[in-house]
């Protein structure tokens, strides 16, 4: 069974997505000055990195 370009992108936006949310429980839980602002931030932006690939499926 091999990968198409539809699941590459569907496993791409699930890792991501799991990426994001552990950033933004990192900011959240785990570090109480400035940094974690930093962590929540970049892990919104994995998330939207994420939504433009589940856009991008069936479409490349």
Do not use: E, H, P, S
């Not at 950033?23 to 970049?42: E, H, N, P, R, T």
């Not at 932006?45 to 939504?51: E, M, S, Y």
């Amino acid at each position: 069974m091999g990968m198409n370009k539809n699941t590459v992108l569907a496993w791409a936006t699930f890792i991501m997505i799991f990426v994001g949310i552990g950033m933004i429980a990192l900011g959240a839980f785990k570090y109480d000055d400035i940094a974690g602002w930093g962590f929540a931030a970049v892990g919104v932006g994995f998330l939207a990195i994420a939504w433009v690939f589940n856009a991008l499926k069936g479409r490349v």
